[in-house]
């Protein structure tokens, strides 16, 4: 299960929400990727023209950021690491507490 997932699946009871954008595929492309996975903690947007990459200034992918209950970013992300579940989880209780 990966990581986003893993962690939606551990804090979705108390109020967080995990969003996936993609870009940069056409709508079949998209369709057929987020229909092939079962990744049930996770809600996925299709940002054709790159507005919401654009808006949060994204230069990487994946990128992820942690946003507080008021929707401010707290935490930004890019690129993968080993520990990643770690900081995230971390980071998401914090923001919990």
């Given at each position: ?33 987020t229909r092939s996975l ?41 690129g993968y690491s080993g ?15």
């Open positions: 299960m990966p990581v986003l997932n893993r962690i939606g699946k551990r804090y979705t009871s108390r109020g967080m929400v995990t969003l996936a954008v993609n870009t940069g595929e056409n709508r079949t492309k998209y369709l057929d990727y079962s990744f049930s903690y996770i809600a996925w947007v299709w940002d054709s023209g790159g507005s919401i990459t654009d808006a949060y200034g994204v230069r990487g992918i994946p990128t992820t950021y942690i946003l507080d209950q008021e929707g401010i970013v707290r935490h930004v992300h890019v520990s990643l579940e770690q900081t995230l989880a971390r980071e998401v209780e914090a923001l919990l507490d």
